[in-house]
C-alpha cells in the first residue's frame, strides 16, 4: 500500500449497540472492544509502519451518562491502562494521553501518568487515547495556558495554538475514522482536523477488524490531498 498516513485517528463508537444487538448490557459492549478489538488494530497499524494511532475513548460530554455505565467504563479504563497498556508497551509502543485527568478516580490518573513514563522511551508506534476529551475544552485549556504564560496577543500564530494543545508533538490525522454509521466528528480534534480525510463506516466498533482498516486506509490512498492548493501529481 503506496502512501500510508502518518496519523490514523479513530472515533470508536457502537460498543453500547453492540452490547444491546447481542442482549448485554453496554458495559460488556466497552469491555469486549477493550479486550478484542483494540489491540489487533493497533497491531496492524505497526506493521503498516504507521507511526501514530489515536483513540477517542470518552468524551467531556460522556459523563452524561449513568452512574452503572460510568463505574463499569472506569473499570474498562483499568483494564485497558493495566493488562492492555502493559502489552504494547512491552512491544515498544509509547502511550500518550489526550483531555482532561482531573475528574477521573484518582487510580485512574495516576495510572495514565505511570503508563506515559514507563513508555516514554518507546518509539516503534505512538498509541494516543483520548479520555475526557473534548476539542472544545482543549481549546478553551490551550488558551488558559497561553494567559498564564503571559504571551502578548500580537506573538500568538496558529503554531503558539498548536504547541499548547493536548496534541502538542503529535502530527494532525491524515485520516479520521468513525465507526458505528454517524457521519459528524463530534468534536473530535477541531484544530487538528481540519484538512483530515474523513472515513465513515456503519461497521461497530467491536466487530471493526484490521482487515477493515486496511480497506479504510486504501480508500485514504486514492484522495486527492490538495491543502487548498493544486492537484498532487499523478
Not at 157 to 163: Q, R, Y
Not at 181 to 204: A, C, H, I, M
Request: aromatic residues 10%.
Amino acid at each position: 500500500m503506496n502512501n500510508i498516513p502518518q496519523h490514523v485517528a479513530i472515533i470508536m463508537d457502537g460498543n453500547r449497540r453492540w452490547a444491546k444487538n447481542h442482549g448485554l448490557d453496554s458495559v460488556k459492549g466497552h469491555e469486549y472492544a477493550a479486550k478484542n478489538a483494540i489491540e489487533p488494530l493497533i497491531e496492524k497499524c505497526a506493521q503498516l509502519k504507521i507511526p501514530f494511532v489515536t483513540f477517542w475513548a470518552f468524551s467531556t460530554e460522556n459523563w452524561r451518562r449513568d452512574e452503572e455505565e460510568l463505574s463499569g467504563l472506569f473499570n474498562v479504563f483499568r483494564f485497558a491502562l493495566g493488562t492492555l497498556a502493559l502489552k504494547f508497551i512491552q512491544r515498544g509502543a509509547k502511550l500518550k494521553i489526550l483531555g482532561d485527568l482531573n475528574k477521573f478516580p484518582e487510580d485512574i490518573a495516576k495510572k495514565c501518568l505511570e503508563m506515559i513514563s514507563a513508555s516514554s522511551k518507546n518509539h516503534k508506534i505512538t498509541v494516543t487515547f483520548a479520555l475526557n476529551y473534548g476539542g472544545r475544552d482543549e481549546i478553551v485549556r490551550a488558551v488558559k495556558k497561553i494567559i498564564s504564560e503571559g504571551i502578548k496577543s500580537e506573538e500568538i500564530t496558529e503554531k503558539t495554538i498548536s504547541e499548547h494543545l493536548d496534541t502538542a508533538g503529535i502530527p494532525d490525522p491524515d485520516i479520521i475514522i468513525r465507526t458505528g454509521g454517524d457521519k459528524r466528528t463530534s468534536g473530535y480534534l477541531p484544530w487538528q482536523s481540519v484538512y483530515s480525510e474523513l472515513y465513515f463506516t456503519n461497521v461497530l466498533f467491536p466487530e471493526f477488524t484490521p482487515k477493515m482498516l486496511e480497506d479504510a486506509l486504501q480508500d485514504f490512498t486514492t484522495r486527492d490531498r490538495r491543502f487548498g492548493g493544486n492537484s498532487s501529481p499523478k
